[in-house]
Every structure is written in structure tokens, then in C-alpha cells.
């Protein structure tokens, strides 16, 4: 879980909740569900954030282990959502309320 509250050069406030899980499918292979919410307490149209509820993103991500969780390569999805006020500054800037993405990725501790 995480948590982040922001404040913008004019004091605009806005914040975040993030919820992440990692399934041990096999002591290599996890299947991750994420989920994230975001906020705002006013709007900022120069950012396109309207006020309340702005945005909503989910995805899932399948990974493996190489070397000993140091190099970690992952296939996934991502779900996005724009809301209110935030869903019309998005049509009004010709992107789309919403979307399906595939990520792939490599994850490195070092």
C-alpha cells in the first residue's frame, strides 16, 4: 500500500492510493494485481485534473525470477479510467476516457 498527497506551485492539492499484491504462484513465478486511485481537492485545468475522483488504473503482471529477484522480466496489462471533470478535460484534449494497455518490462535490484 501507498499513499502520496501533492502540492502544486498553486496550491493545488490532490493525492493518490495505490494497492499492490504479489501472488507466489511458484517460488519463481508471481502474478501481481495493482490498483491505484487518484484525487484531487480542487481543479487544475492547466494539468487536466478535475476535482474529486480523477483517475482509476488496474493491471496485472505475470513475472519471473532469473537471478535470484535481481533481474525480473514481467508481461502484463494496465486498465485506465479518467472521471468527471478529469474524464472531460481528457475528450476536450482528444485523448480517450479510458484505455487497455500490454506492458513488458524488466524489473532490476541492484
Known amino acids: 500500500m501507498d499513499s502520496n498527497l501533492y502540492l502544486s506551485e498553486h496550491g493545488d492539492l490532490s493525492l493518490d492510493l495505490a494497492l499492490e499484491y504479489e ?8 502474478l501481481t494485481p495493482e ?3 487518484d484525487a484531487a481537492l480542487s ?12 483517475g482509476m488504473e488496474a493491471g496485472l503482471r505475470l513475472s519471473y525470477d532469473l537471478v535470484d529477484r ?3 522480466p514481467y508481461v502484463g496489462v494496465h486498465y485506465e479510467r479518467a472521471f468527471g471533470r478529469s474524464a472531460d478535460f481528457a475528450v476536450q484534449d482528444g485523448e480517450d476516457r479510458d484505455g487497455w494497455f500490454a506492458v513488458a518490462g524488466v524489473r532490476l535490484m541492484f
Open 23 to 30: 501472488l507466489l504462484l511458484t517460488n519463481r513465478l508471481h
Open 43 to 54: 481543479d487544475d485545468e492547466a494539468v487536466g485534473v478535475g476535482r474529486g475522483l480523477s
Open 35 to 37: 490498483l491505484e486511485f
Open 70 to 72: 535481481a533481474v525480473v
